[in-house]
């Protein structure tokens, strides 16, 4: 059988986390030594890209690692764009993880494409790249010729998903269990925070959003708010929803299971008691929405993050 070798380029920009930089080479590294011990014929050949000197390699897979200082992922070189679009047109597999998403939007190859980034950075990026199908709750989206990883470690969840697609899934859990790392599928919603988006500019909205924090355990209506703020209802509900991206509705359910996820992490109250603590009586219909949001039942959430 004829040996291959998947050749694979890491681009080292500006501001780029260097551990993912390292850790996805030396990564692909222990895999290949893994293969080669279980009589597989792939292997993989890492080379790292300054944006200064890119050159012209023929690879299999790009990768554009996670940012951890700076800001240059928000305005890439055109020479670095320039050369990204010319490697996908040649055949490889465009990847980007975490603010990596950017770099990969500005060269427009994910243009009405599935794609995912941070769960922090969704709000900035629909609003630059509005023609970008996001998906914020995946931890990885596989689309063929382009992979997107969502926050700064999922890297790890990139190179597994490579070494699957390359080399072979059992490969990859005998990296998992060489790495100590979860091969299992994960979503990134398990571990979402709810931050309201609170520098709008609307100040009639900001003190709704500044009652309903102090207030979402009680009963709220939008005639309450309305009034709080001295809108008619249909202007309350408009600006509301231009100014956070929710409905009031679906806003106080943020709220809730928020502060439920707070309980359920450092307390040992029932979901019952808890529930009704954040203004649900109906526990059934709160158990639901809180699978709903954050993809696991409160069980699943207190196994995979309580300390209690």
Known sequence: MTDTTIKI???N???????????????????????AQNEGNQSFSVDLYDVASMGNPRLQIVI????????????????????????????????????????????GLLDERQATTHWWFAPMFTQKFPDIKLDINKILINDGDIITAAGL?????????????????????????????DTGLREQRYYQS?????????????????????????????????????????????????????????YIQRLRIQEACN????????????SLKVGYEDTSAFRKTFLRITGLTPREFKGRFSAR
Request: glycine share 8%.
């Open 153 to 181: 470690m999922s890297w790890v969840d990139l190179g597994l998903e490579l070494v699957a697609q390359f080399m072979n899934p059992n490969i990859m859990r005998l990296l998992g269990k060489s790495l100590i790392v």
């Open 9 to 11: 380029g890491i681009i």
């Open 64 to 107: 554009i690692p996670p940012n951890i200082e700076g800001e240059y992922y928000l305005s890439p070189a055109q020479i670095l764009k320039d050369w990204i679009v010319k490697q996908h047109a040649a055949g490889a597999i465009i990847c980007s993880v975490c603010a990596g998403a950017f770099i990969l939007a500005e060269t």
């Open 263 to 274: 309980l359920i992490e450092i307390t040992n109250g029932t979901f019952e008691s808890i």
């Open 13 to 35: 920009y500006p501001g780029v986390m260097q551990s993912a930089l390292h850790g996805l080479k030396e990564m692909f590294l222990i895999a290949t030594g893994l293969n």
């Open 194 to 250: 709810f931050s309201p988006k609170l520098d709008h500019g609307d100040q009639a909205i900001l003190k709704a959003q500044h009652y309903l924090q102090q207030n979402f355990h009680t009963t709220i209506t939008t005639k309450i708010l309305s009034s709080l703020c001295i809108l008619t209802g249909r202007t309350f509900l408009r600006r509301f929803v231009k100014a956070t991206g929710l409905k009031p509705s679906q």
